[in-house]
């Protein structure tokens, strides 16, 4: 029971901090538009999605940084440190000094070492939660750049073809720049009035695709 225990209670920390870093970010970006969060609810398959997207790169290359530095450690680091120790008694006591002037040589009773380990331990777990909040200040800034660009490549008309849409609503037919989709609406803004829509995704809406140049 332990083992599906352990990865039961990890896969739902990993949801929760996807889900956590894709609010944070959707969050930045409809703020800094000024979309209202009830017209663009999602649903929780698109959040969690999303938030494996924005940040999978920010997980590469901390998983490539870890198994880098602990290649490091167990190769190299560690293996240099044992042949130093094993070299010479002298080497052993030179350790021995640097570790109690460390660490000290006066020996704790067994309270003291059980408060010292429960003070290690809240002092962790107080430092996961800074990182945390602070991974989500960060995305929470991406999401807002991410809306300065969007709303600057539409007013200098830069917007790219693929968010050029058109959209009908009430039988007229609008040309927006897209912005984003819900769970069941959608947002864009109108090119010649600069207005902000919201349409249902149920009407639809056009998009004109133009094939990309394949050499062979």
């Given amino acids: 029971m332990r083992k599906p225990l352990d990865s039961a209670i990890f896969l739902a920390i990993v949801t929760a901090v996807l889900y956590s870093w894709s609010t944070a970010r959707y969050h930045g970006f409809l703020s800094t538009i000024g979309l209202d969060a009830d017209m663009m609810e999602r649903s929780f398959h698109q959040v969690v999605y999303s938030g494996l997207v924005v940040s999978f790169d920010k997980i590469l290359i901390l998983l490539l940084i870890l198994t880098l530095a602990l290649f490091l450690w167990s190769r190299a680091i560690v293996p240099s440190y044992v042949d130093y120790v094993r ?6 006591r030179n350790i021995i000094k640097i570790k109690n002037r460390i660490i000290g040589k006066r020996k704790a009773p067994s309270f003291e070492i059980s408060a010292i380990k429960k003070s290690n331990t809240v002092a962790i777990y107080c430092l996961i939660g800074f990182l945390f909040v602070f991974s989500l200040i960060y995305f ?5 750049a991410f809306a300065k660009n969007a709303i600057e490549a539409h007013f200098n008309g830069e917007t790219s073809e693929k968010n050029k849409i058109k959209v009908m609503i009430s039988n007229s037919e609008k040309a927006l720049s897209f912005l984003a989709c819900g769970a069941n609406n959608c947002a864009g803004i ?23 140049n394949v050499t062979k």
């Fill in 140 to 144: 929470e800034n991406k999401g807002q």
């Fill in 190 to 212: 109108e090119d010649k009035t600069n207005k902000i829509i919201y349409y249902p995704q149920s009407s639809g809406f056009v998009f004109e695709y133009k094939k990309k």
């Fill in 87 to 92: 070299k010479s008694i002298k080497n052993k």
